[in-house]
């Protein structure tokens, strides 16, 4: 047997710079087309984002009837899931904790309160984000966002 007295050499590789700039490239070329897709769409997002609070608040208000027999008044309001009301229908079972979780009520993507009437027109409650300009009414991106619609 003959052994080499040569030293072993690790046959370690790393990346070439041309196999680094071509992923950069790749990459590159990926946020171009996806970020612009991205960020034309805050409107939507906010839109979907209101959809789902006021299905969350929704599903909260159920529980709130499940356990005291009755959805909180328009006079408790909301807020009636994170604190126990102290006037008008006072609920004998409501939950520790309250409703909903970190213990406020949200205020719609655009920072303003959610409009809630108990009972409401269209159904037991109805609950109402009033989209980007706050006020009620208007058409695309101010068009009012309502719990009784589905899109």
């Known amino acids: 047997m003959k052994r080499s007295l040569a030293p072993m050499t ?15 490239v790749i990459l590159g070329i990926l946020a171009g087309l ?15 984002k209101a959809r789902m609070q006021i299905e969350s608040i929704g599903t909260a208000l159920k529980l709130y009837k499940l356990d005291n027999g009755m ?4 006079e408790q309001g909301l807020q009636a899931l994170v604190e126990q009301p102290s006037s008008g229908n006072v609920p004998k ?4 904790g309250g409703y909903l979780e970190k213990g406020k009520v949200p205020n719609d993507p655009w920072g303003n309160d959610f409009v809630y009437l108990s009972p409401g027109i269209h159904d037991d409650f109805d609950i109402i984000s009033y989209g980007a300009d706050g006020a009620a009414g208007g058409e695309d991106n101010d068009a009012d966002i309502n719990s009784w619609e589905s899109e």
């Open 10 to 24: 690790d046959n370690k590789r790393g990346f070439t710079l041309i196999e680094l700039m071509v992923v950069i």
């Open 34 to 48: 996806i970020v612009p897709r991205i960020m034309s769409r805050p409107e939507q997002a906010k839109r979907l």
């Open 71 to 74: 959805y909180p008044s328009t």
């Open 93 to 96: 079972k409501w939950r520790k």
